[in-house]
């Protein structure tokens, strides 16, 4: 069983910047992916950045790429999610995920482990 636990989100004026966190705890195998993935309102989640836990291999979704940038401090089991130049169209909840090594990233239906979720709220 793993357990995660996201935070910073919060409200905020477009162009300013967030740094989400998420806490992993718990048993997983040797090597797994972590993942952020956003939910607008009314939307079905969508996929942002998978990072490969052991070796660090980075999967994003391109357009936003730039903007964000993505980080892990394994010491810490801790995936960040550093969002700059955020818009009003980024308000969502944040979710973190976990996944087995190999899985389909993009999907959020074959992640095993989620957290609660943290909102971000960014207003014009």
């Known amino acids: 069983q793993v357990h995660l636990v996201e935070s910073g989100g919060g409200l905020v004026q477009a162009g300013r910047s967030l740094r989400l966190s998420c806490v992993a705890s718990g048993h997983t195998d040797s090597d797994y992916a972590m993942a952020w993935f956003r939910q607008p309102p009314g939307k079905e989640r969508e996929f942002v950045v998978a990072?490969?836990?052991?070796?660090?291999?980075?999967y994003w979704l391109d357009l936003l790429k730039g903007r964000f940038t993505v980080s892990r401090d394994k010491a810490k089991n801790t995936l960040y999610l550093q969002m700059n130049n955020l818009k009003p169209e980024d308000t969502a909840v944040y979710y973190c995920?976990?996944?087995?090594?190999?899985?389909?990233?993009?999907?959020?239906?074959?992640?095993?482990?989620w957290g609660q979720g943290t909102q971000v709220t960014v207003s014009s």
């Open positions: 995920g976990v996944a087995k090594i190999g899985t389909y990233y993009y999907d959020w239906r074959d992640f095993d482990y």
């Open positions: 990072v490969s836990w052991i070796g660090g291999s980075v």
